[in-house]
């Protein structure tokens, strides 16, 4: 699968941006897709995830952000509300099948990233 992350710019504090990450191949719906982030001088970090209906947040973005996918477009959403200088990043989105995993290296397909820069 390919995938093809847009909707990053540059927002103040307390603003909103909704990435999106569409995704080629005929069996999108069968995928465990996540976003994650990484900050300048920073690791990998798991955002949020889809799976089987469900979702999943790190602590530091629950209630904040919200992440949905439209299989019909084959596309994934995350919403991002309340923006804060420390959610400043590039933005990746990940596909794998099989379950909701936290680690990026449990994911074998990534989208280019998208820059995300929160300013105070």
């Known amino acids: 699968v390919q995938l093809q992350a847009s909707g990053g710019g540059r927002v103040q504090a307390g603003g909103s941006l909704r990435l999106s990450c569409a995704a080629s191949g005929r069996t999108f719906s069968s995928y465990t897709m996540g976003w994650f982030r990484q900050a300048p001088g920073k690791e990998l970090e798991f955002v949020s995830g889809t799976s089987g209906g469900r979702t999943y947040y790190s602590d530091s973005v629950k209630g904040r952000f919200t992440i949905s996918r439209d299989n019909a477009k084959n596309t994934v959403y995350l919403q991002m509300n309340s923006l804060k200088p420390e959610d400043t990043a590039v933005y990746y989105c990940?596909?794998?099948?099989?379950?909701?995993?936290?680690?990026?290296?449990?994911?074998?397909?990534w989208g280019q990233g998208t820059l995300v820069t929160v300013s105070s």
């Open positions: 990940a596909a794998r099948i099989g379950g909701m995993h936290y680690y990026a290296n449990a994911y074998p397909y």
